[in-house]
């Protein structure tokens, strides 16, 4: 997945006709690099699958927290590094889906499965919803719009105290069953765990997916370009909103799997403050590949959880390091290590 | 080729465009012949771009119609008019940088075919999109630079792909803002071969603004001479040459470099 990504955005080395595919050295960039990537992409996953054996405790949590931040930070980058849209309120799509959840549990106790797919439609619709007056904005405006309402959103949720229990959020609800007949011990961490990797995976295929098909080729046109893609007949502000409605949705989901991890739902998951984390993952890790994001939210959680460990200064060091990053790696510490590879060959 | 026998693919009824107390665009009337090359001369800031704006949905006029084969498109936004044929080039080139050039003109593709609501294909494998893509590549004789980033090639080799970008649209009508502008002298000429080409196809309707005197008259079934937003000449190139006010507003001193 790393190395097909890398031929859609970096240069691409003379066309290689070997393999098959439709067109010379269109998939496919080179063989070995691909097997690497393939390779790279295997030893990920296998750590990830084995982590509860073999990590410490502690790191279940950390490595959940990861998964889910990094699912929300790549549907973040649907807009951004895919669409061209700065938006500052994903978290109102996140808050919602672990509202959602939170609120089922709590008062029908539905299977968990459920439970996220609720999530999933409720953060669609406000996501439409929001989006349908944000995308006709540009630029900052667009970014200022989505601000105002994903303070809105907070406002709600805090304020509605009959609803969502103010600022104390929806907790105590219990986690029951998974759903489809699996008999999984969804309070067990490390079971839990398992559940949002496979989850987790399942989403980001999907999204991988809708980044290369032709839909996301419009996309990717639009953030180059987005005058010259009106001018090829394409309704840009449908495209842009289909973009932020679907990555509001996978949002939702990420929320969704937030709640019964936390065992809570409270404000502070929609506050504006929580809308900077995705745009910060996406910094570090680099916006410019699909897997930039999660390799952001890995990032950032566990700078947090070494340097609080070490300073109460956590937010001074991030700041030093995101400034570092945007001054001389502006592509991200993925994006960064591959053309370091690729130069080395 | 009398007017009468003619076939009209675009009529312009007082078309002006007014910023603030200047008039872009005054009180233009214009029919354009379907498969004629027209090119729109005049010094700079005559309103030629702004005119192409006009037309192309960039702007809204202030005043007068645009009707196209027999529509009102006037205030239409840009993808409507794209889909209904119209399709423009850029003054400074307008293309997809990062991406690859054939990734360019299959933007264009998809969007033609109506493709970009497929969201569960992998658009590197998209055979119809990308067969269109390669005979245009080829027509224009970007095959070889197929596989490079748009960014990274000539400023020439640019150009040829924002016209193949404009030409995916399949269009009936090509609005062309200075396509050889900055362009080698071997470069214009390719350009000019490629307009004649397909002007003589019969697909398409050329209207083409230019400075190069040599490529107008060597293009151009007619030319419309712009001066201050208005029109000033309308007529075939043997005329607008000897047009003394023609002489006396734009072309001056230029009497050599007319020569065809």
Redesign the interface.
């Given at each position: 997945m790393l190395s097909q990504e890398k031929t859609l955005n970096g240069e691409r080395p003379a066309p290689v006709a070997l393999r098959g595919a439709a067109r010379g050295g269109r998939a496919a960039a080179s063989g070995s690099k691909a097997w690497m990537g393939w390779l790279a992409g295997a030893v990920v996953l296998a750590l990830l699958v084995a982590l509860p054996w073999v990590a410490p405790y502690f790191y279940i949590f950390i490595a959940t927290e990861v998964l889910i931040l990094g699912l929300l930070a790549a549907s973040f980058n649907l807009v951004f590094g895919y669409t061209g849209m700065l938006s500052f309120g994903h978290a109102a799509f996140f808050g919602i889906g672990s509202y959602a959840v939170a609120m089922l549990l709590q008062a029908y106790q539905w299977p968990l499965l459920a439970c996220l797919l609720v999530a999933v439609i409720v953060a669609m619709l406000l996501a439409l919803t929001i989006g349908f007056f944000c995308v006709r904005l540009n630029e900052v405006y667009f970014a200022m719009l989505t601000l105002a309402f994903g303070m809105m959103v907070f406002s709600i949720a805090h304020q509605w105290r009959s609803v969502t229990n103010g600022s104390d959020g929806i907790a105590g609800f219990m986690v029951g069953s998974f759903g489809l007949g699996l008999d999984l011990q969804l309070g067990n961490p490390s079971v839990y765990y398992h559940v949002v990797l496979v989850i987790v995976l399942l989403a980001a295929a999907l999204l991988y997916l809708i980044c290369r098909s032709s839909f996301g080729l419009i996309l990717r046109a639009i953030r180059q370009n987005p005058e010259r893609v009106a001018f090829c007949g394409v309704n840009v502000r449908v495209y842009r909103l289909a973009s932020f409605t679907v990555a509001g949705a996978f949002a939702g989901l990420a929320g969704g799997l937030m709640a019964p991890f936390l065992r809570i739902a409270s404000p502070e998951l929609l506050h504006w403050s929580m809308s900077a984390e995705p745009v910060l993952m996406t910094i570090l890790g680099g916006s410019g590949y699909f897997l930039g994001p999660f390799v952001g939210a890995a990032m950032f959680v566990l700078l947090e959880t070494w340097i609080t460990s070490m300073t109460q200064a956590w937010m001074l060091v991030l700041g030093i390091i995101l400034a570092f990053m945007v001054m001389f790696f502006r592509r991200g510490l993925l994006g960064t290590l591959l053309d370091w590879i690729r130069e080395r060959k | 080729m009398t007017a009468a026998t003619q076939d009209i693919i675009l009529q312009v009824t007082g078309l002006g465009k007014r910023f603030g107390g200047v008039d872009a665009v005054a009180n233009v009337d214009l029919d354009v012949y379907r498969h004629e090359t027209l090119a729109i001369i005049g010094p700079n800031g005559a309103g030629k771009t702004t005119f192409y704006n006009l037309l192309?949905g960039?702007m809204h006029p202030s005043s007068g119609r645009i009707v196209y084969e027999g529509r009102d498109i006037t205030g239409m936004?840009?993808?409507?008019i794209?889909?209904l044929g119209i399709?423009?080039s850029?003054q400074i080139n307008?293309?997809?940088?990062?991406?690859?050039v054939?990734?360019n003109v299959?933007?264009?593709v998809?969007?033609?075919r109506g493709?970009?609501?497929?969201?569960?294909?992998?658009?590197?494998?998209?055979?119809d999109?990308?067969a269109d893509a390669?005979a245009l590549l080829e027509r224009l004789s970007l095959s070889d630079l197929a596989?490079?980033?748009a960014g990274?090639i000539s400023y020439g080799d640019k150009r040829l792909v924002e016209i193949a970008?404009v030409l995916?649209?399949r269009p009936k009508l090509v609005l062309l803002d200075e396509p050889t502008a900055g362009m080698t002298p071997d470069e214009t000429q390719r350009v000019m071969q490629l307009v004649k080409s397909l002007g003589q196809s019969g697909d398409y309707t050329f209207l083409i603004t230019e400075h190069d005197m040599n490529v107008v008259f060597g293009l151009a079934d007619r030319i419309l001479v712009m001066h201050r937003g208005q029109k000033l000449v309308l007529g075939t190139p043997e005329e607008v040459r000897a047009h003394p006010e023609v002489r006396r507003a734009y072309l001056g001193t230029a009497d050599e470099e007319m020569a065809p």
């Open positions: - | 192309s960039r936004p840009p993808h409507e794209s889909r399709s423009r850029f307008n293309i997809f940088e990062e991406m690859t054939r990734e299959e933007v264009a998809t969007a033609l493709e970009g609501r497929r969201w569960h294909n992998v658009a590197s494998r998209n055979r999109v990308q390669g596989d490079q980033r990274v970008v995916a649209t």
